[in-house]
């Protein structure tokens, strides 16, 4: 399936005036992180950009994992979970390990993210946990998408790129028309002025509620914002 919307190259020479940087350029790596301590066993992650920006842990990723792994451990047992943008999955993998969870997580993205993920699965020994699915934001959902009807959706630092903005929306909304109670864990930064814009249509389209979390004034003070976007009534 081709992708009507690639994500941009890993360029931070291509950061504007009015953005905050973007996460600095690493080598490939691969590495253990345990959440604060709330993650045991730490999950192991590769990361190497050669796949895309997703290739790299992004802050919103670390504060949506954290969030699912302190507040919901326990309440997602029969959930139907899907990630969007997951990259080389770090916030679905961390699910997989960390909530107690009956069914397979599904983590999605573009299919140049799909081999790394299939290491990060590998690399935890998840695979029966975890199902990789390419998903193009803007494009008809998978059929094991349609077939499973997610009710929890993740998405972690996917408001970047602002000609990806309307596709993401519509993805966003096509889940919430396929299961009418899902809530979507929407953890975005803001870099530039746009991202609000984001917000704003959001806004229009959801029911957006900002969610309690202890770290809630550390995040917010790096411009991290941490919702919940439902169906509107
Ligand atoms: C900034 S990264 C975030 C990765 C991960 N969620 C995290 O927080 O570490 C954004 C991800 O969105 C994916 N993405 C960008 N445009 C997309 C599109 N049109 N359809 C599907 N995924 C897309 C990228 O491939 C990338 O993996």
């Known amino acids: 399936m081709s992708s ?3 994500s941009p190259e890993f360029s931070p020479l ?8 973007l996460p600095i350029y690493k080598a490939p790596t691969t590495g253990s992180i345990n959440f604060s301590s709330l ?7 590769h990361e190497d950009l050669k796949s895309g920006c997703g290739g ?5 990723g670390m504060v949506l994992a954290k969030h699912m792994l302190r507040y919901h451990k326990n309440t997602l047992k029969d959930a139907r979970i899907l990630e969007l943008g997951a990259g080389g999955g770090l916030v679905g993998l961390a699910a997989a390990i960390g909530c107690s969870v009956d069914r397979p997580i599904m983590i999605t993205d573009q299919e140049n993210m799909m ?3 299939d290491q990060n699965i590998s690399l935890n020994n998840l695979a029966s946990r975890v199902l990789p699915l390419i998903l193009n934001w803007g494009d008809p ?3 094991e998408v349609v077939e499973e009807k997610p009710n929890v959706i993740l998405a972690a630092d996917c408001v970047y790129f602002e000609p990806a903005f309307p596709l993401l929306l519509a993805t966003l909304e096509e889940l919430l028309e396929l299961c009418n109670n899902a809530v979507i864990y929407f953890c975005f930064k803001k870099r ?8 704003k249509n959001a806004k229009k389209k959801f029911r957006v509620e900002e969610i309690e979390n202890e770290d809630r ?3 917010t003070r790096e411009g991290l914002f941490l919702y919940t976007f439902r169906r509107k009534p």
């Open 4 to 6: 009507r919307s690639p």
């Open 14 to 21: 291509a950061i504007g005036e009015d953005l905050t940087p």
């Open 39 to 45: 993650l045991n066993p730490p999950l192991l992650l």
């Open 56 to 60: 790299q842990l992004w802050p919103a």
């Open 115 to 117: 081999s790394l993920m």
């Open 141 to 143: 959902l998978p059929k």
């Open 192 to 199: 530039r002025r746009a991202d609000m814009q984001f917000m």
């Open 217 to 219: 004034e550390t995040f």
